[in-house]
């Protein structure tokens, strides 16, 4: 594979069930990031990781919880779903050691939460 | 914090320009971005403006002044494949973005 891939590509989930999107870069990005994508609202960052082992919150962290192992995935988990986490979610990585740092993004994953 | 503002929707016709602007307040900058989303898509890179002034990259240039606030993405010779949304985003200094609402362009023949 060449660049970051998503899975599943589209979901539907019971409120309460938890709930694990899975992301995976070939690129060997030190930068990782979750956003999700509501109508009207744009992208919004949930969490990020730097590098390896470190993560931190963005703008709307709440009800989600990252990893980062290695340097390729950073899955994104929903302990307990509620249905205003349905949403459009994208992850994105970037190489924050020299260029432009631009983030290339993911094909996004389809949350529906009834 | 960070607040971006660009217009919600654009229409324009086929083999004309189109410009979208996008205002910023931010509590800290290191560069300003533009990126293209076809409906049902992931966004992808256009743009970046760290200094002042106009960058040009084929039918696609952006502009930045830092001291007012204030970027534009011009968009020459339009296309029906350039409708899409224009996402405007402002990185800040721990190389996190924030992105504006985006602005819907359609074309039309």
């Known amino acids: 594979i060449a660049g970051i891939t998503q899975a599943p590509t589209s979901q539907i989930l019971a409120a309460g069930r938890r709930m694990t999107l899975r992301c995976t870069q070939d690129?060997?990005?030190?930068?990782m990031y979750w956003y999700r994508q509501d109508l009207g609202l744009g992208l919004r960052l949930i969490h990020y990781?730097?590098?390896?082992?470190?993560?931190g919150k963005g703008e709307v962290p709440d009800g989600y919880s990252v990893s980062r192992a290695n340097t390729d995935d950073f899955p994104l988990t929903l302990a307990s779903a509620v249905p205003s986490q349905t949403s459009v979610y994208f992850c994105?990585?970037?190489?924050?050691?020299?260029?432009?740092?631009?983030?290339?993004f993911g094909p996004g994953t389809r949350l529906t939460v009834l | 914090g960070q607040n971006i503002d660009q217009p919600t929707e654009m229409t324009a016709t086929e083999g004309a320009i189109v410009q979208i602007n996008c205002t910023y307040q931010?509590?800290?900058?290191?560069?300003l971005f533009w990126y293209q989303q076809h409906a049902g898509e992931a966004p992808t890179f256009l743009s970046y403006?760290?200094?002042?002034g106009l960058e040009e990259k084929g039918r696609f240039s952006s502009f930045l002044s830092r001291s007012k606030g204030y970027s534009y993405l011009l968009l020459k010779e339009l296309q029906m494949k350039d409708s899409a949304s224009y996402l405007c985003?402002?990185?800040?200094?721990?190389?996190?973005?924030?992105f504006g609402a985006g602005t819907t362009v359609t074309v039309r023949a």
């Open positions: 403006n760290v200094l002042d």
């Open positions: 931010t509590s800290g900058f290191n560069g």
């Open positions: 990781s730097n590098t390896a082992g470190t993560t």
């Open positions: 994105a990585s970037s190489d924050s050691r020299g260029g432009h740092n631009e983030q290339f």
């Open positions: 985003a402002v990185r800040d200094g721990d190389y996190k973005l924030s």
């Open positions: 690129m060997r990005h030190n930068a």
